[in-house]
T-cell receptor, first 114, second 111 residues
C-alpha cells in the first residue's frame, strides 16, 4: 500500500505571496493532520480534518488554513507569507479520527520564504 | 494541557551498546503515547505506540518502550545500537486527536 504523499517536496516563495500544499493520505485513511516543523519551535500541530470537516486546530494565525476533499485528500494554504513560515510541513493520515489511531507521516514539503 | 519532555537533545552511543532515550509526559487524561524516528530529509516513521494493553511495548527495528504511570515516563530502549539507528527520535502524546511532540533526541552512533 502506498504511503502518504505530499506535493511539492520543495518550494521557494517570496514574502507576501501565498502557497498551497497538497497531501494524499494512505488509501482508506479518512483523517488527515498537518504539522509544522522548525528548528526553533520543533513539531507543532496545525489542524486535523476528518470527513471534510476541520476537527481540531492548533495555535496558528488565520493565515494558515486547510481543507479536505471527499476523497480524503487535503490541502493547506498559507497566505501573506512571512519569513518565519519557512519550515518543513508534514502531513499525516490515520484510519479514522481518535487518539489511539497511529498517524502515518508523509515526507513533507520544505517551504523556504525569502 | 499536555506536554512531553525528552531529556537530552543529543545522545552518542557506540555501535553495539545500549540505546536509552528518555521521555516524560504530562497529560490530564490517560495518555496515548508514541515514539517516532526521523531520518535526514524524511518524514516521521512510527516506531511503536502505547495502547494500555501492556506496559512493555515492542516496536520495529528492535526498539521497545516501557510505560511507567507512577513516573509518567515512556523511555525508549534498544539493546544493541546499529549504525542505521543514527537519526532523530521523537516522543509524542495524543490528546484530542492532536500529537504533542517532545523536542527530539538526535542519536549519533560511533563505530
Amino acid at each position: 500500500k502506498a504511503g502518504v504523499t505530499q506535493t511539492p517536496r520543495y518550494l521557494i516563495k517570496t514574502r507576501g505571496q501565498q502557497v498551497t500544499l497538497s497531501c494524499s493520505p494512505i488509501s482508506g485513511h479518512r483523517s488527515v493532520s498537518w504539522y509544522q516543523q522548525t528548528p526553533g519551535q520543533g513539531l507543532q500541530f496545525l489542524f486535523e480534518y476528518f470527513s471534510e470537516t476541520q476537527r481540531n486546530k492548533g495555535n496558528f494565525p488565520g493565515r494558515f488554513s486547510g481543507r479536505q476533499f471527499s476523497n480524503s485528500r487535503s490541502e493547506m494554504n498559507v497566505s501573506t507569507l512571512e519569513l518565519g513560515d519557512s519550515a518543513l510541513y508534514l502531513c499525516a493520515s490515520s484510519l479514522t479520527t481518535g487518539d489511539h489511531y497511529e498517524q502515518y507521516f508523509g515526507p513533507g514539503t520544505r517551504l523556504t520564504v525569502t | 494541557a499536555q506536554s512531553v519532555t525528552q531529556l537530552g537533545s543529543h545522545v552518542s552511543v557506540s555501535e553495539g551498546a545500549l540505546v536509552l532515550l528518555r521521555c516524560n509526559y504530562s497529560s490530564s487524561v490517560p495518555p496515548y503515547l508514541f515514539w517516532y524516528v526521523q531520518y535526514p530529509n524524511q518524514g516521521l516513521q512510527l516506531l511503536l505506540k502505547y495502547t494500555s494493553a501492556a506496559t512493555l511495548v515492542k516496536g520495529i527495528n528492535g526498539f521497545e518502550a516501557e510505560f511507567k504511570k507512577s513516573e509518567t515516563s515512556f523511555h525508549l530502549t534498544k539493546p544493541s545500537a546499529h549504525m542505521s539507528d543514527a537519526a532523530e527520535y521523537f516522543c509524542a502524546v495524543s490528546v484530542r486527536r492532536e500529537l504533542t511532540f517532545g523536542g527530539g533526541t538526535r542519536v549519533l552512533v560511533k563505530p
